[in-house]
C-alpha cells in the first residue's frame, strides 16, 4: 500500500457514513506528502511576458471552490456565502450576492444564472446577484453545481445527479446508480458535451441525457485494484478537459485517461498517482503526480511529451494552458509558468503567500487564480 493510501485508511475510521457512501475529508488526501519538504523555488532571470493585470479579494477559501468563466466575467464565491461576478478585464464587481450561510461547493453559472451549495446543505441559485431559490438536499455536495440549459444539475457525495428547472427550483429527476462503498469528500467531474450531460461516476466517464436522467454511454478512466476498498478508491477528480470529441480526466491515485465522447469508449489510459485534477488542450494533457512531478500527455494517444520535476512536494493546482505556456500554482502562492513546448519554468509570479486552492481559470489571455486567503490575481498571459 502506497503512503498516500495508508493515510487515507487511517482517515476512513472518522469519516462520515452516508447510506451508501463513506465520505473522507479532502484534508486527508495530502496526510502522506506533508513530511516532505518541498523543492526549493529555482533562480530565473528577471521579466517574464505575464503580470498581474488586476487583484481582487474574496473571504477565505475553505471549500473546493471552482471559478465561473462565462462571456466577460468571472464568478467566484468565498467560503462565506458572498457570491461575486467581476468583469474579466478590470476585476469590477458587476453585481455581489449574500447566501447567508457559508458554501461547501460552487460556483456553477451559465453567465446569468449561479449556483453554490451551502454547509447546510442547501442549493440556492442565483438571477443577477439576487437569490432565486433555494432547494435542501438530503447528501452533501463538495462538487461545482452545474448551470446548463436552463437546469441546474447537482452530483452529490453518493454520486447520485439531480436536475432542477433553473426559473423555479422544480426538480424534473434523480439518477441513482449503484456505486463504490468509499466517495472523495471533494470535487469531482460534472460537465457537458454537445447535449449529453458527463458525470464521475466511480472511475468511470457517464454520458447522460440531460432531459430523462438516463444513461447514454459509459467508459471508464481507470480500472482499480487492491486488497480493500481504500486501495480501490479511484474516483474521478474535477476538473474535467475538454479536447474536441476527447473528455480527459485523472482518477485519484490511479491514472489518467481520456474518453471518445462520441463513441462512449475509452482512447487511452495512463497508470500515474496523483491527487487533483488535469488540464490541457487539443495536443496536450498535463497533470502532477503523487510527488508533484509533471507530465505532459499526447492528448490523442496519451504519449509523453515531456516531464518536469522542479515543484516535487509543492503541491501543485491544477494546471492550465494559456496560448504557449502552462500555468501553475502551489503551496506558498507562487504562480509557475512553463513552456508547453519543454515544461521547462520560464517565469514566476507572487501572489499573497498562501496556496492556490482552485483550479485557474482562463478567459482569452487572463488567467484568474484564487488563494487560501482570499486572494484573487487575475494575470496577463500573452
Not at 482512447?267 to 507530465?295: F, H, L, P, Y
Amino acid at each position: 500500500m502506497t503512503g498516500s493510501k495508508r493515510g487515507l485508511s487511517r482517515c476512513v475510521q472518522g469519516a462520515a457514513v452516508l447510506a451508501v457512501a463513506s465520505l473522507m475529508s479532502a484534508c486527508s488526501l495530502f496526510s502522506s506528502s506533508t513530511a516532505q519538504k518541498p523543492a526549493p523555488l529555482e533562480t530565473l532571470p528577471a521579466g517574464g511576458s505575464a503580470k498581474v493585470l488586476w487583484q481582487a479579494r474574496i473571504d477565505s477559501v475553505q471549500f473546493p471552490l471552482s471559478i465561473a468563466a462565462r462571456g466577460n466575467q468571472f464568478i467566484v464565491a468565498g467560503t462565506d456565502g458572498a457570491v461575486s461576478s467581476l468583469s474579466a478585464d478590470t476585476g469590477a464587481v458587476q453585481w455581489r450576492a449574500e447566501v447567508g450561510q457559508k458554501l461547501t461547493a460552487g460556483v456553477g453559472s451559465d453567465g446569468r444564472f449561479a449556483a453554490v451549495v451551502t454547509r447546510a446543505n442547501e442549493l440556492v441559485v442565483l438571477d443577477g446577484g439576487k437569490v432565486q431559490w433555494r432547494k435542501t438536499l438530503q447528501v452533501p455536495v463538495s462538487t461545482a453545481p452545474l448551470v446548463a440549459g436552463e437546469r441546474v444539475f447537482v452530483l452529490t457525495l453518493d454520486r447520485a445527479v439531480l436536475a432542477y428547472d433553473v426559473l423555479d427550483g422544480r426538480k424534473l429527476w434523480e439518477m441513482r446508480r449503484p456505486g463504490d462503498a468509499l466517495t472523495l469528500a471533494q470535487a469531482s467531474v460534472l460537465g457537458a458535451y454537445k447535449d449529453t450531460l458527463i458525470v464521475g461516476q466511480g472511475p468511470r466517464l457517464a454520458g447522460v441525457d440531460p432531459l430523462r436522467g438516463t444513461v447514454r454511454w459509459e467508459a471508464s478512466v481507470a480500472t482499480p485494484r487492491g486488497t480493500n476498498e481504500v486501495e480501490r478508491l479511484a474516483d474521478l477528480v474535477g476538473p474535467l478537459v475538454r479536447a474536441d470529441n476527447l473528455l480527459c480526466a485523472r482518477a485519484f491515485q490511479s491514472a489518467v485517461g481520456c474518453v471518445n465522447a462520441e463513441r462512449g469508449v475509452q482512447q487511452w489510459m495512463r497508470n500515474t498517482g496523483g491527487v487533483r485534477g488535469v488540464g490541457g488542450d487539443k495536443e496536450q494533457i498535463i497533470g502532477a503526480d503523487g510527488s508533484d512531478r509533471m507530465t505532459a500527455w499526447k492528448t490523442s494517444n496519451g504519449d509523453v511529451l515531456w516531464t518536469a520535476d522542479q515543484f516535487q512536494h509543492r503541491k501543485l493546482s491544477p494546471p492550465v494552458v494559456v496560448g504557449k505556456q502552462v500555468l501553475v500554482g502551489d503551496l506558498d502562492g507562487q504562480v509557475h509558468l512553463l513552456s508547453r513546448e519543454t515544461g521547462k519554468t520560464q517565469q514566476r509570479i507572487a501572489t499573497d503567500g498562501s496556496a492556490i486552492v482552485a483550479a485557474p481559470v482562463v478567459l482569452g489571455n487572463t488567467a484568474l487564480v484564487a488563494t487560501k486567503n482570499g486572494g484573487l490575481f487575475a494575470l496577463r498571459v500573452d
